[in-house]
């Protein structure tokens, strides 16, 4: 959720590892070991929970988490509790980050230590306060001073035990002073509306009998005004500190006035005297970001470069190609890169053009993709983000299994517990495997047509570069389907949004064996047993060393690199997909029947007959590639009818009332359907499943369709007389053709700026490089050698283009900052003073001074 700002808006997102915790102070009993989680906070909102680790004190937690921020926040915090055989949760220690203080550890794997938790030091929230100082004329005729103190409101206070009832303490600091005076309560509120006045008196007349507070001894400038939040408590504890805060009167200035918003702070010596090294400490790595995003049209340089990457010869020399030449990590440049051409469809010529580029450099078939370059890491990138939703139909249902089973499954003889049998285990893990690999290779109607076009483009690369090695069309895509992609989602499915948290030991360990597998299963490697270390790895594959795994393995392949395009075929090798033997009949879309025609076989409907009857249905061999769907009369034979897959419209479902037949589905072309009845329902679902896969990127594909058929002058369906009417049932699209993200273009946009002004030297030492490139021909400088330059000339066009893009829209961020500072009003609802800008508050006021009687 984006802030809005005067035409600007303002992202904050943070993206948190939380590692492990050590150290953990035992438990008071006999029995030492905690059962510990671990929560994310903003301020004191719980936002994201880890998993319970139980009996440890030193628990590994493995999980991530992600979230936009979608308000304010001072602090970012982190509570470790533990739960108790009651079930009761108790606080061991917290970290806590300053949101200033976020940058310091920004993408850094950092040991914390744990902070003891009171409720003294637990405050967020805000309070609006009015002082005033005035003359009072006594009733004797003798002036003084009073100070009248207005406390309006609360904002954003914590909820202490699932309530709020609110009351503030206001107290006038000094030498030998005790006066405090009290607000009604306000029940059930963390905003309460208080509008409450308080009057102090500060200066006294010299008759006054105490010396103390005589005014030559008196110096305002040495009170302070303090404001404690409280809530109150029907707990024989007392009422709970909330939070406060302290105002020195010099504030008031000459002018006697001061009204203004503070941020609450922590009790002084609130927390508990525990020594911090006894509470242990936790590993986080945090990446906090804010994005400032201007209206687009201040992108359109930068993002005009960035989309014209796929077009510009060579690609080593396109912009976004140098991001990723200049980022320190690849991932860096590719998450937003991603984004952005997803966002704008342009993803697939931008990873192909990039992807032929790299084969092209590898010398070796057995090394292609396996290096984290841009591509692997953009591919990664879109995978993820592509193909959830693919993942979670996929392989969730077993992943939910097998973490709820907890079946024993190891089968290292060192590991295996005495209550285990060997044989038992192995028989277990051999299951699992079965059954992924199963769903797995079954599954490819249902990858997201964006991977199948990127696979599609691998393959053909990979291809042409290695012409001599057959296998390398589905290496080059197995390394990045099963290596980059299931494998990992099987071992950690909690970060591919499959499981909410991370799996337990045991189940870890068993998803770790079953990755093992089938990644090596996918990459159809000559000898198998050498790609495990250890030997019992190697006899258990034993049970897969079958040719049905390899040929299963090749037609998924296949399938997922099979491009949906219709003006790819010219330069694609057909690839059988599908073939069986099944009943079909045909009718033209004029609701009469068709006569065959020289290449096609037709079947006529009977003269005289009003409607189709089975005489009409005959049993045909169909055959399906990626090119085109084909019916034989019997298998081997020539082709009674081809048809081009551009023609297919859609492929939907027949209502059982057309022919009163089970399991029928409809081909429509665009001047016949064709209607096709299957064996059994799953074999329907399966035609149409994958014609409607090979089919979904055609241009005139049809937005709805008639789910029954033209009999006796009507459609069955909807009653209409016109056999050219059209559908009246949307098309079901049968599987997502693409996916839908809800990508905001000009933010990643923003984001690349971002990258590009960090690493704005290496951008001109990149230059300097293509200069020295250009200039000498002898032995390049080995500060240049990191850079990939192919055409130095081109590569520093683009590199000046970038420069400059980057110099404007820093131009812009800078007026931004400058105009922002300028309109600032420390004390503002928007900027309450807080610990750190009580100064800069006094600096501001630059017309006041210090106000003394």
């Not at 024989?236 to 702070?265: C, I, M, N």
């Not at 290449?599 to 189709?612: D, E, L, P, V």
Request: aromatic share 10%; with cysteine.
């Amino acid at each position: 959720m984006a802030v809005e700002e005067e035409g600007l808006r303002v992202f904050q997102s943070v993206k948190i590892k939380i590692g492990e915790a050590k150290n953990i102070p035992p438990y008071p009993g006999p029995n030492k070991m905690r059962d510990c989680y671990c929560t994310v906070n903003l301020d004191q909102e719980e936002v994201f929970r880890t998993k319970i680790i139980e009996k440890s004190l030193c628990p590994f937690y493995g999980e991530d988490f992600y979230c936009e921020i979608p308000r304010s926040f001072r602090h970012l915090s982190f509570y470790i509790f533990d739960r108790d055989v009651f079930r009761r949760d108790s606080s061991i220690g917290k970290v806590a980050v300053k949101k200033e203080d976020l940058q310091k550890y920004h993408g850094k794997d950092t040991w914390f230590q744990l902070q003891p938790v009171s409720a003294d030091s637990e405050v967020q929230g805000k309070v609006h306060l009015e002082l005033r100082l005035s003359e009072v004329i006594t009733d004797s005729g003798i002036v003084c001073h009073k100070l009248a103190t207005r406390v309006l409101e609360c904002q954003g206070l914590p909820i202490v035990n699932g309530q709020c009832d609110p009351y503030a303490a206001v107290s006038l600091l000094g030498p030998s002073r005790s006066e405090a005076k009290k607000t009604k309560v306000k029940r059930k509120t963390n905003n309460p509306q208080f509008e409450e006045v308080f009057y102090f008196e500060v200066t006294r007349p010299l008759s006054y009998t105490k010396r103390q507070f005589d005014v030559e001894e008196e110096d305002v400038d040495k009170l302070a005004l303090r404001v404690d939040l409280w809530n109150a408590s029907n707990l024989k504890f007392g009422d709970e500190f909330l939070g406060g805060v302290r105002v020195p009167l010099r504030v008031l200035g000459q002018a006697g006035v001061h009204d203004a918003w503070y941020f609450l702070q922590p009790r002084e010596n609130g927390g508990k005297s525990v020594k911090v090294e006894e509470l242990g400490s936790l590993r986080l790595n945090i990446v906090y970001t804010e994005d400032h995003v201007f209206p687009s049209e201040h992108y359109t340089p930068l993002r005009d470069l960035l989309l014209h990457s796929a077009n510009v010869e060579p690609v080593s020399a396109s912009t976004a190609h140098i991001l990723g030449e200049v980022c320190r990590e690849k991932q860096e440049a590719a998450i937003p890169l991603v984004r952005l051409f997803l966002h704008y469809g342009k993803i697939v010529p931008f990873l192909s053009a990039i992807a032929h580029a790299e084969v092209n450099r590898t010398q070796d078939p057995n090394t292609i993709f396996r290096g984290n370059s841009l591509t692997s890491k953009c591919i990664d990138e879109t995978m993820k983000l592509a193909g959830m939703h693919y993942l979670q139909v996929t392989l969730k249902p077993i992943i939910d299994e097998i973490c709820t089973e907890h079946k024993p499954c190891e089968i290292d003889p060192v590991k295996l517990k005495e209550s285990e049998n060997l044989e038992t285990n192995r028989e277990n893990l051999r299951q699992y495997v079965d059954r992924i690999f199963n769903v797995i290779t079954t599954s490819g109607v249902r990858c997201p047509t964006v991977m199948c076009d990127i696979f599609f483009s691998l393959r053909e690369s990979a291809a042409t570069r290695f012409q001599v090695d057959q296998d390398v069309r589905y290496t080059a895509v197995s390394s990045f389907i099963f290596l980059r992609f299931f494998a990992p989602a099987i071992l950690s499915p909690n970060l591919f949004q499959l499981r909410p948290h991370h799996p337990d030991p045991s189940t870890s360990r068993t998803l770790t064996l079953i990755s093992k597998t089938i990644q090596t299963l996918g990459s159809l490697a000559k000898s198998k047993s050498a790609n495990f270390k250890e030997s019992y790895m190697a006899a258990f594959y034993d049970y897969f060393n079958e040719q049905k795994y390899a040929d299963a393995v090749k037609n998924f392949l296949d399938l997922i690199s099979s491009s949906a395009k219709w003006d790819q075929k010219s330069i694609e090798t057909p690839i059988m997909l599908k073939e069986g033997s099944v009943k079909l009949t045909i009718k033209r879309v004029d609701g009469k029947g068709s006569k065959g025609t020289k290449g096609r076989f037709m079947i006529k409907r009977a003269q005289g007959r009003n409607r189709f009857g089975m005489k009409n249905f005959k049993k045909r061999w169909f055959r399906l590639t990626n090119h085109e769907f084909t019916y034989h009369k019997t298998k081997g034979e020539g082709a009674l009818c081809s048809i081009p897959i551009e023609n297919i419209l859609a492929v939907e479902r027949l209502e059982e009332e057309s022919f009163k037949m089970k399991n029928m589905f409809q081909v429509i072309q665009p001047e016949r359907a064709l209607y096709i009845q299957a064996n059994n329902c799953v074999e329907a679902r399966d035609w149409i499943d994958i014609l409607t896969k090979v089919s979904q990127c055609n241009r005139k594909r049809l937005s709805t369709y008639h789910p029954s058929a033209y009999l006796n002058g009507h459609w069955l369906c909807c009653k209409l007389s016109a056999d050219t009417a059209p559908g009246c049932t949307p098309c079901t699209g049968g599987l997502p053709a693409n996916i839908q993200l809800d990508v905001d273009g000009d933010r990643e946009t923003e984001r690349i700026y971002s990258l590009f002004s960090t690493y704005m030297t290496k951008l001109v030492k990149m230059q300097e490089a293509c200069g020295s490139k250009s200039v000498y021909d002898g032995p390049e400088q080995e500060e240049y050698s990191s850079f990939v330059i192919d055409d130095p000339q081109e590569t520093y066009k683009t590199l000046k283009l970038i420069v400059s893009a980057v110099q404007t829209l820093e131009q812009q961020h800078t007026k931004y900052k400058r105009d922002k500072f300028k309109k600032t009003k420390i004390g503002s609802q928007e900027h309450p003073i807080g610990d750190k800008s009580f100064q800069c508050y006094i600096r501001q006021q630059s017309e006041s001074s210090n106000y003394s009687i």
